[in-house]
């Protein structure tokens, strides 16, 4: 006997947003390209110094799946995008919100700065995720129902429909990341804007950027407040970045002693880099590793961020 479905059929509990619906994009969240997001953390070596920021990038992304299909179906309740399929854009939307991170390597930022800098041709997690994309993850992405060209054409952040993601104000990424971020870490010396309430009032203004009505000043100004907040004690906090530079120099001293092609080391999981510290033929690589297990970690006195790594 065939019962009617009134429930999803697949939800997940992520952390701090509750239970997400993913029914409609199983086919993506379980290929191998989705599932390997499990094992890259969301904000590398900063659980160094905030331990419960453990999540990855696979959590981070439905998250931000979440948040993204939250603002389209609030536009569509205002009137926004009339005589288009609503169903279609926040299908493709919401694909374009789980794969916008796909391209980024064990350990985030930290090691991609090495990985970049040693790689013989140029490269970044933006053109990885777009490889990505456009291949081994296609089949996944066609299955849930959109077109692999039309998910990397809506991540280039000049797109205006896809801004609603990628935009640094008010977009689903930024507001997703803030939040589990600041749960996750359990930084408590701030307290973020109400997100959901801030939703309500997000728009696609003529310029084809995305901002908010001017009734939502307030959330806003709260919002950039809280974002330079979690800047400054958390993302740039000195702890965090020198324990970030001792792993990028126990990476690169390990990678020059092997001789390691930097694209092999992209889409490995942050253990098999453990792996490869711990055991290097590198005395270096393997001092700097020993020291960041044992929390041995460099005291910054001044920070610098050249434009190039290596330089």
Same mark, same amino acid.
């Given at each position: 006997?065939?019962?009617?479905?009134?429930? +999803?059929?697949? *939800?997940?509990?992520?952390?701090?947003?509750?239970? /997400?619906?993913?029914? $409609?994009?199983? @086919?993506? =969240?379980?290929?191998?390209?989705?599932?390997?997001?499990?094992?890259?953390?969301?904000?590398?070596?900063?659980?160094?110094?905030?331990?419960?920021?453990?999540?990855?990038?696979?959590?981070?992304?439905?998250?931000?799946?979440?948040?993204?299909?939250?603002?389209?179906?609030?536009?569509?309740?205002?009137?926004?995008?009339?005589?288009?399929?609503?169903?279609?854009?926040?299908?493709?939307?919401?694909?374009?919100?789980?794969?916008?991170?796909?391209?980024?390597?064990?350990?985030?930022?930290?090691?991609?700065?090495?990985?970049?800098?040693?790689? +013989?041709?140029? *490269?970044?997690?933006?053109?990885?995720?777009?490889? /990505?994309?456009?291949? $081994?993850?296609? @089949?996944? =992405?066609?299955?849930?129902?959109?077109?692999?060209?039309?998910?990397?054409?809506?991540?280039?952040?000049?797109?205006?429909?896809?801004?609603?993601?990628?935009?640094?104000?008010?977009?689903?990424?930024?507001?997703?990341?803030?939040?589990?971020?600041?749960?996750?870490?359990?930084?408590?010396?701030?307290?973020?804007?109400?997100?959901?309430?801030?939703?309500?009032?997000?728009?696609?203004?003529?310029?084809?950027?995305?901002?908010?009505?001017?009734?939502?000043?307030?959330?806003?100004?709260?919002?950039?407040?809280?974002?330079?907040?979690?800047?400054?004690?958390?993302?740039?906090?000195?702890?965090?970045?020198?324990?970030?530079?001792?792993?990028?120099?126990?990476?690169?001293?390990?990678?020059?002693?092997?001789?390691?092609?930097?694209?092999?080391?992209?889409?490995?999981?942050?253990?098999?880099?453990?792996?490869?510290?711990?055991?290097?033929?590198?005395?270096?690589?393997?001092?700097?590793?020993?020291?960041?297990?044992?929390?041995?970690?460099?005291?910054?006195?001044?920070?610098?961020?050249?434009?190039?790594?290596?330089?």
């Amino acid at each position: 006997m065939n019962l009617p479905r009134y429930a +999803p059929e697949k *939800t997940v509990p992520v952390p701090p947003f509750g239970r /997400i619906d993913i029914s $409609e994009y199983l @086919p993506l =969240i379980n290929s191998v390209a989705f599932q390997r997001l499990k094992h890259k953390t969301q904000l590398s070596m900063v659980k160094e110094v905030f331990p419960g920021a453990t999540h990855t990038r696979y959590l981070h992304s439905l998250g931000v799946m979440d948040t993204t299909r939250k603002i389209v179906r609030s536009m569509f309740s205002r009137g926004f995008f009339p005589g288009e399929d609503h169903h279609q854009v926040e299908r493709e939307l919401c694909i374009a919100a789980l794969v916008h991170d796909i391209g980024h390597p064990a350990y985030s930022h930290m090691v991609e700065y090495v990985l970049a800098s040693l790689s +013989p041709t140029p *490269t970044d997690h933006n053109k990885v995720g777009e490889e /990505i994309i456009l291949g $081994e993850a296609a @089949p996944a =992405i066609r299955e849930s129902g959109a077109d692999p060209e039309r998910i990397r054409d809506l991540l280039d952040k000049k797109h205006p429909l896809g801004r609603i993601i990628t935009s640094k104000s008010v977009g689903a990424d930024k507001l997703a990341y803030l939040v589990q971020d600041h749960h996750m870490t359990g930084y408590d010396a701030a307290r973020p804007p109400a997100i959901d309430s801030l939703l309500w009032y997000i728009i696609t203004p003529l310029e084809g950027d995305v901002g908010a009505e001017e009734k939502a000043e307030d959330l806003l100004i709260s919002l950039q407040e809280f974002y330079f907040t979690m800047y400054t004690n958390v993302y740039l906090r000195k702890q965090c970045l020198a324990v970030g530079r001792m792993l990028q120099k126990a990476l690169e001293f390990h990678l020059q002693e092997t001789g390691t092609d930097p694209l092999t080391v992209w889409h490995q999981r942050e253990g098999w880099i453990d792996t490869q510290l711990e055991e290097s033929p590198s005395s270096t690589a393997r001092e700097l590793y020993q020291r960041i297990a044992t929390r041995n970690i460099l005291h910054t006195a001044v920070t610098l961020k050249p434009e190039n790594y290596r330089t």
